[in-house]
């Protein structure tokens, strides 16, 4: 008996330090392939000017009172127009807007979310600290800034959304 349990434990251990192996090989195999794809396509280094940091700064004056600051802030490059349509959790169409630029996280920063080197939080642009609501803003052509922690729909064309119509039935 005390042979059969000692054979039947070094196959137990055969089985699993094989599938460790396995694992680890797979773990391996996907980094170098990670890499390779990497070094085919580099992440961009000519990026001149960003549309999203563009948006952080007109939304740090905006949401603090500045609105004439935020109005003023000068972009370079031709900003996209984007189109979106905000929904409910049920479907219907809350709005349709028509986007400056693009449209941002509420939740992406100017500066990084960490600790100074003396180990004290390092607040945002307006002083405070902590995360935002999950969700995303933009402003519009006319300027007007809307925040929105919902469902939507965004897209470089225009289209149409027909406000979808829920109807049920007694049983």
């Known amino acids: 008996m005390k042979k059969f349990l000692l054979v039947f434990m070094c196959i137990a251990l055969c089985i699993v330090l094989a599938g460790c192996s396995a694992s680890y090989k797979d773990q391996q195999s996907t980094k170098e392939i990670g890499n390779k794809l990497s070094d085919g396509q580099p ?47 049920g479907g219907s169409v809350v709005g349709r807007f028509v986007v400056d630029g693009k449209v941002s996280c509420l939740n992406s920063f100017l500066t990084p979310d960490s600790t100074s080197l003396e180990g004290t939080w390092l607040p945002d642009v307006d002083g405070s600290y902590g995360t935002n609501d999950d969700g995303i803003f933009f402003f519009t052509p006319d300027g007007k800034y809307i925040e929105w922690t919902g469902i939507y729909l965004y897209s470089d064309i225009p289209f149409e959304v027909d406000n979808p119509v829920v109807t049920y039935k007694e049983g």
């Open 43 to 89: 992440t961009p280094t000519d990026i001149d000017y960003s549309l999203e940091r563009y948006n952080l700064i007109r939304r740090a004056y905006w949401v603090n009172g500045q609105r004439e600051k935020a109005a003023a802030v000068i972009c370079p490059v031709q900003k996209p127009l984007g189109y979106i349509v905000l929904f409910t959790e």
